[in-house]
């Protein structure tokens, strides 16, 4: 059962608008504070969050913000309910809501607006299921985006090594915790130092891309290594541990010591006029990654060849 | 053995809702977090010193949704898997203690002494993980926040005998609840999904031979427990400094000399963190 969560004062019309939801199957809670809510939200997810702007204005703005914001909880839909006198005023860039309802809307129209923002929902289907990072085709369209800009870029192809003896030696579930963390790592990073600009992308498996303004790449890399590399000790079991290394079976099917997974990334910097289409792009991440994989343990490289390629660019 | 008051207090302890803390921590945290000249670590040494939101932030992060369930158990690694705006959330969503009064401090002074206590302690026995020793430390009476919070009317009949027969918390505890801080600690710890690391710690720092995972982790916060009690930090709930057991003297092995000569650093220590406590203290009563 899908659960909506309406943050509203308890009094009509919301009362009977719960009621309306529960008829048709959904669960419903109110919460008159946003204290309360907060709290419900966090730690039990509702698949629908329905907003009265008028409960507390400010408050409203920061937490639908901050929900929006967060990259694992941005595809949960919000609906704003606002007065009708209300909305000429509304910038909808300062919400980050996915639909309104006017307060005086009747029963059929709060239904039939939530029914439409789930149905919505599903449409947005790029996103790695794993990781509710946007796949390929987002970032494609960035990567396209970026290499016409008239600003420095750096493109990251982020890896794992030694993630399939990890898989083989604990299970895929363990693995796919360890490719959530990464992710995590990743996305949070990428905010705090590119903000807004910065993309994250999950290619699938192992393989991500992060894409951020110059500056800040190398600076992302060396903290995401050395996250990634404090945390995966908490993947590891404390034999493994203590013994320094995995044991598991190689391709022949003998015994043999493994490291857990470390972390590589390759950064392609990016300027105008440099590639022409995404192929390229991938195709230099392809040499750099040749090169930083015969380097044991978490490293990153960044490809140096920016005077030469402007020279030549020149001649 | 059916035991119904038992039963009706992890009834109770399922039922919980939230846990509310000290209104001038949540205060310095949404002014911090207001600030863009803020940093995330910054933020993180804030949250380490108030057990009730450490608690929140281990709980979110090792929950099904978040996906690292028993996995994480520092503050600071968490703020990085949930980001600054999950964070900014559980803050501007916090609930606080509406009735708080500066003595009430005492408890999350006598905590933020038992982490830092165990953290040198555990830095001084080369154990694998300093920081996660002191989280434990910090969380160890979580059960006596939980007490005041959701059990107010037998915490205050705990507080009167404690008084009148001259016993200890705990004694005073199994009197009325038949069960005492530690297992509530412990109870809520595990249904949170917490570590292990941290579980056996809170579960057992006054009987540390519970402890199968973590005995050494456990016999180091007992010992912090005891330390901070005798050097006078804080209030545990009455004014007694307990024994160690024998077997945390066999785990924790510093006799009276290295003790001695780690004394001036944990005084230092001691120094710092009641500036931090003042501060509360004064917040809460301006």
Request: charged share 30%; proline share 5%; hydrophobic share 45%.
């Amino acid at each position: 059962m899908r659960k909506v969560l309406l943050l509203s004062p308890e009094e009509p019309p919301y009362t009977l608008w719960a009621e309306a939801l529960r008829n048709h199957a959904y669960q419903v809670e109110i919460f008159s504070t946003i204290e309360e809510a907060g709290e419900r939200i966090l730690f039990n997810l509702p698949d629908l969050l329905v907003v009265s702007e008028s409960l507390q204005p400010e408050l409203a703005r920061d937490l639908i913000f901050a929900l929006k914001y967060d990259l694992s909880l941005a595809s949960l839909p919000i609906l704003l309910v606002i007065r009708p006198e209300k909305l000429p005023e509304m910038d909808w860039k300062e919400y980050f809501v996915d639909d309104f309802i006017c307060e005086g809307a009747s029963r059929e129209e709060v239904l039939s607006r939530v029914e439409l923002a789930f149905v919505r929902a599903e449409r947005l289907a790029d996103n790695n299921p794993l990781t509710g990072l946007p796949g390929n085709t987002s970032i494609l369209r960035k990567i396209e985006e970026i290499i016409k800009s008239d600003e420095e870029w750096a493109v990251g192809y982020v890896d794992l090594d030694n993630f399939k003896p990890f898989n083989d030696a604990y299970g895929f579930s363990r693995g796919d915790e360890v490719i959530r963390m990464l992710a995590r790592i990743l996305v949070h990073l990428v905010d705090l130092y590119a903000g807004p600009k910065g993309f994250v992308g999950h290619i699938g498996g192992d393989d991500f891309v992060f894409i951020v303004p110059l500056e800040v790449a190398e600076k992302i890399s060396q903290e995401l290594i050395r996250k990634f590399d404090e945390l995966i000790l908490n993947f590891v079991d404390p034999e493994d541990r203590e013994r320094g290394c995995l044991i598991t079976t190689d391709r022949q099917g003998v015994l043999c010591r493994m490291a857990w997974p470390s972390v590589s990334v390759a950064l392609v910097p990016i300027w105008k006029e440099r590639f022409h289409h995404y192929g390229e792009v991938a195709a230099v991440a392809a040499q750099l990654k040749h090169y930083v994989k015969k380097i044991p343990g978490s490293t990153y490289l960044i490809d140096r060849r920016k005077e030469e390629r402007r020279n030549f660019g020149i001649d | 053995m059916i035991d119904d008051k038992r039963r009706e207090i992890k009834k109770k302890l399922r039922g919980l809702q939230g846990l509310p803390t000290l209104p001038p921590i949540v205060a310095k945290l949404t002014q911090m977090i207001g600030d863009e000249t803020v940093s995330a670590p910054q933020i993180a040494a804030v949250i380490e010193r108030d057990q009730v939101l450490t608690s929140k932030v281990l709980r979110l992060v090792n929950s099904a949704f978040y996906g690292f369930p028993r996995r994480i158990s520092t503050v600071s690694n968490a703020i990085v898997l949930l980001g600054l705006n999950v964070i900014r959330t559980l803050v501007l969503t916090a609930s606080i203690f509406e009735m708080m009064q500066s003595r009430d401090i005492g408890l999350w002074e006598h905590s933020l002494g038992v982490a830092m206590v165990s953290g040198v302690l555990a830095r001084e026995l080369r154990l694998e993980n300093p920081e996660e020793v002191a989280t434990a430390g910090l969380l160890h009476d979580l059960g006596k926040v939980v007490e005041r919070a959701s059990l107010f009317e037998d915490y205050t009949r705990i507080q009167k005998i404690v008084q009148d027969q001259k016993i200890s918390w705990r004694e005073a505890e199994k009197e009325i609840l038949h069960m005492d801080h530690a297992e509530i600690g412990g109870y809520l710890l595990n249904r949170w999904n917490l570590p292990e690391r941290l579980i056996d710690p809170v579960s057992w720092h006054h009987e540390v031979s519970g402890a199968k995972k973590f005995p050494v982790e456990t016999a180091v916060v007992q010992m912090a427990d005891l330390l901070v009690r005798a050097r006078g930090f804080g209030y545990g709930g009455d004014p007694w400094v307990p024994e160690p057991e024998d077997l945390v003297l066999e785990r924790v092995p510093l006799d009276r000399s290295r003790l001695e000569k780690l004394w001036p650093e944990l005084e230092g220590r001691f120094y710092e963190l009641r500036f931090f406590i003042q501060e509360m203290r004064e917040a809460l009563s301006a």
